[in-house]
């Protein structure tokens, strides 16, 4: 039998899958391991593209998206953050914020190149550098309150270190970064030849304060490259819409990668893009506005039940620690889905400094949430009196 790649062997089915093929088995279970918006697409986006279609050319786009398109993203961070990307080579539209990282991954990884990702992290990026040739350098932020520190970063620079891999809000810890932490990070990544790589794809769904986006910071613009899109900010994660921003000398590479493995986005969904950035930026805003009210009431019920968690600033997952009663996250989450059909995902699928934790999303009703929340505290309690 011919087989697949030496890298592809160490490729293993993320732990979210297999967990989800067991969570199919319980029909009643009420299920928090989602990674979307509850929100549908709004009215107007879908209406756009639909007109798009009936009135558009729906042949392949420039390889780096429609201008316009462009022309949208470059002035959403303009008004947004203050920073200036030119439509015309610094701005690449991508298959959803996936395809982003595997552009950019693949763009600036030599083998053996080494990336620095703050844990516990999203598990998309380390399958990409592994196949990119790439080694994947964890760094542990449990005791840093999970955002990684200048300290963290710096001492495990190496001169095999090629970029720093951020992700904030993060995925699956809720946490974000003030303007001060921010600062302090970039002082490092100022002294540094490294790329900054910032998945910022939750941005939108800053839940205290502002977003403060790394591309805001213009002194070290030839160093950043912003992930982003639409997915998440919009609901409209079927779409398959993203982008890349960053310097023209790193973007024409990462251009390249995408021009030989996709040639260009889905056209309607480009149009459905420009809607979104144009019109549609209060949209995030009012999902916010449920996801506060979801986070406070659930935060509230899990310290209630005694676990340890920090309060989520952005996206829509909390990670609370369920060491006391159990190491194993895996087996937690097994058994808690086995005995009262509650499905979470167990904090192991994002790094081992994830174990211990469970990850629940509160992209779900309010009664879903209530609901989750009863049979947690039903199975912590049958834990107690073990
Ligand atoms: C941190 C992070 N980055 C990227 C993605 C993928 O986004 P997209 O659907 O736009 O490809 C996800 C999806 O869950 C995510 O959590």
Partial sequence: MPEANQRMQHIEVPGTRQF?????EFPDAVDLTLGQPDFETPRP???????????????YSHNTGLLELRTAIADYYKDRFGATYDPQGEILVTVGGSEGIDGVLRAILDPGD???????????????????????????????????????????ITNRTKAVLLNYPTNPTGVT?????????????????????????????????????????QEIKEKVLVISGLSKSHGMTGWRIGHVAGHRSIMEEVTAVH????????????????????????????????????????????????????????????FPSVKKYETDSFRFATDLLETVQLAVVPGRSFSAFG?????????????????AADRLEKYIGMLESR
């Fill in 45 to 59: 986006i879908r209406e756009a593209a639909i007109d798009a279609i009936n009135t558009k050319s729906m042949k």
């Fill in 177 to 217: 970064y003030t303007k001060a932490q921010m600062d302090a990070l970039v002082e490092v990544f100022r002294k540094h030849d490294i790329f900054i790589i910032t998945d910022e794809i939750y941005g939108e769904n800053t839940l205290e304060g502002e977003h403060i986006s790394l591309a805001g910071y």
């Fill in 114 to 156: 080494e990336v620095i990702v703050p844990a516990p992290t999203y598990l998309g990026y380390e399958p990409i550098i592994e196949l990119s040739g790439g080694v994947t350098r964890f760094v542990d932020t449990t005791d840093t309150g999970l955002i990684a520190t200048p300290e963290l970063i710096e001492s495990n």
């Fill in 20 to 24: 989800a093929n067991r969570v199919a």
């Fill in 355 to 371: 174990e211990g934790h469970i990850r629940l999303s509160f992209a779900c009703s309010m009664e879903e949430l209530k609901e």
């Fill in 259 to 318: 021009l030989y493995n996709t040639i260009c986005a889905s056209i309607p969904s480009q149009y459905a893009a420009i809607e979104a950035l144009r019109n549609q930026l209060n949209i995030p805003k009012e999902m916010n506005q449920k996801y506060i009210e979801r986070r406070d009431y659930i935060y509230d019920r899990l310290t209630h039940m005694g676990l340890d968690v920090s309060k989520p600033t952005g996206a829509f997952y909390i």
